[in-house]
């Protein structure tokens, strides 16, 4: 069988599942074209309020595929080149998705794996849940943003032992890092994940893609910038019905109902 990217609904949210059997769900570049190509579904469709990126067969990527690696090295440089600038427009779009995206990981998160969770806006972890930067045991290097990412949520230190070592970091250790939101019982990330997709469904979409966006932004904005980001975000949510909706929600002391 071969690898592919599963899509499916359930209520307001779209799952995006991994699936490569045999293979601990690795990735490949039909993928990340599906993975693109369902974000940008799930923008336009204003029924679907939340994605959640999981992993078939309870765990979640084990990364590249060396085999395909390998034959990769026996082409031009550029079609590793290539590929690997499909996987960055895979994790853009999720970075970019207006939608909150959930990383629902059992088993184990590896290599692009790993940089594929840490794209998303919240990770839920199964208790033995490993998360695996082992490009230095075969001799390379991050890709799909890892680096960028854990240096801009880690301590230098920390980040630089992760990828200096190699080894398997519990989502314990990573939740206490700030990195893993919620832990549950092994084989229940997905559901646990679904629960509150469902949570998140019932708030403003409007203010959580301007949220999104801010959180996105800021890390490349001085502060007088971001002032003036969060000034227009604010007067443009304050103007827009969910703004209405949502005041006039908690003065009546009802649940808003966000269309």
């Not at 693109?36 to 979640?60: C, K, M, Q, Y």
């Not at 909706?245 to 002391?253: D, M, N, T, W």
Request: proline share 4%; glycine share 6%; hydrophobic share 45%.
């Amino acid at each position: 069988m071969s690898a592919e990217l599963l899509a499916s609904r359930r209520d307001a949210t779209l799952i995006l599942t991994l699936s490569n059997p045999g293979a601990k769900n690795a990735l490949h570049p039909d993928m990340y074209a599906a993975g693109i190509e369902a974000l940008s579904t799930a923008e336009r469709d204003p029924e679907i309020r939340a994605v959640v990126i999981t992993g078939a067969d309870h765990f979640f990527c084990a990364g590249g595929n060396l085999n395909r690696l390998l034959q990769n090295l026996a082409q031009d440089r550029t079609v590793q080149a290539d590929s690997i600038d499909q996987l960055h427009g895979w994790i853009d779009a999720i970075r970019d998705c207006p939608k909150p995206v959930i990383a629902a990981v059992d088993g184990a998160a590896a290599g692009a794996g790993f940089s594929l969770a840490l794209a998303c806006d919240l990770i839920v972890a199964g208790a033995s849940a490993k998360f695996v930067m082992a490009y230095v045991k075969v001799g390379l290097t991050p890709d799909g943003g890892a680096s960028w990412f854990l240096s801009q949520a880690l301590p230098r230190q920390l980040a630089s032992e992760i990828f200096f070592e190699g080894k398997a970091v519990t989502a314990t250790r990573l939740q206490q890092a700030g990195l893993v939101n919620r832990i549950v019982a092994d084989g229940q990330a997905l559901e646990a994940a679904l629960d509150w997709s469902d949570e998140l469904a019932a708030q403003s979409p409007h203010a959580l893609e301007q949220i999104k966006s801010l959180l996105r932004d800021a890390p490349s904005n001085n502060l007088p910038a971001h002032f003036e980001a969060e000034k227009q975000s604010f007067v443009d949510s304050l103007h827009h019905r969910d703004g209405l909706e949502g005041i006039s929600a908690f003065l009546e002391k009802r649940k808003p109902v966000y269309r």
